[in-house]
């Protein structure tokens, strides 16, 4: 599968913080999945994207298509202590493709 | 509407037994997969169907095999486990192409000592 770089690795969270994290690769996707994993269950998908420059909400997620096609960034305002876990950008492979390729996680933890 | 179902949800096995890891889903989707999750890698792909009767190999299928009788159910065989394949098992199902949303079960956690 294609790789795909999340950025940052880890961040911690102070409640009430507007946190943002990336996704970025060296081919174009035509299409962009997030998913937040909470602790002993399986991925959840929060927001799909399917058009350069998209910008996509969900509650307090926000989501954008890069207009490169390269890029997708996921935005959290007013962080609440739930939302930790783990995000992971996933994309299919090409166009008509079922096979998709995930990011290795952005793990968000609550500042003490 | 019970989505992606796993069975079991932990398991422990001994190096050189074998293991079935079962997963159902009623979403009446094509596209069922299996994937690997190991810290700091993400989810790997091991092997994938897109309807009853076809099966392939994703990224890490070596000691894994597959079948898929029946569009519900896709489950995936451990044919003699090694401490590698330590890890936890999620499978997903997913629409058609190009809204290639996949729905993720809870996932089976694996040891193998």
């Known amino acids: 599968g294609q790789q795909l770089n999340q950025s940052p690795q880890s961040m911690f969270i102070q409640e009430g913080e507007d946190v943002s994290m990336n996704c970025t690769s060296s081919?174009?996707?035509?299409?962009w999945l997030w998913y937040k994993q909470d602790p002993g269950e399986g991925p959840v998908l929060l927001i799909a994207?399917?058009?350069?420059?998209e910008l996509t909400s969900n509650g307090r997620l926000t989501a954008q298509f890069g207009i490169t096609r390269k890029d997708s960034f996921l935005n959290i305002s007013a962080s609440i202590p739930s939302d930790v876990g783990i995000y992971f950008c996933?994309?299919?492979?090409?166009?008509?493709?079922?096979?998709?390729?995930f990011g290795a996680g952005t793990t968000v933890t609550v500042r003490a | 509407n019970a989505g992606v179902t796993q069975t079991p949800k932990f398991q422990v096995l001994k190096t050189g037994q074998s293991m079935t890891l079962q997963c159902a889903q009623d979403?009446?989707?094509?596209?069922m997969s299996w994937y690997r999750q190991d810290p700091g890698m993400g989810l790997r792909l091991i092997h994938y169907?897109?309807?009853?009767?076809?099966?392939d190999q994703g990224e890490v299928p070596n000691g894994y095999n597959v079948s898929r009788s029946t569009t519900e159910d896709f489950p995936l065989r451990l044919l003699s486990a090694a401490p590698s394949q330590t890890s936890v098992y999620f499978c997903?199902?997913?629409?058609?192409?190009?809204?290639?949303?996949?729905?993720f079960g809870q996932g089976t956690r694996l040891t193998v000592v």
């Open positions: 994207l399917y058009k350069a420059g």
């Open positions: 081919s174009i996707f035509n299409t």
């Open positions: 169907s897109v309807g009853a009767g076809i099966t």
């Open positions: 996933a994309g299919p492979n090409s166009l008509n493709d079922y096979k998709l390729s």
């Open positions: 979403m009446n989707h094509e596209y």
């Open positions: 997903a199902s997913g629409r058609d192409p190009p809204n290639t949303e996949a729905f």
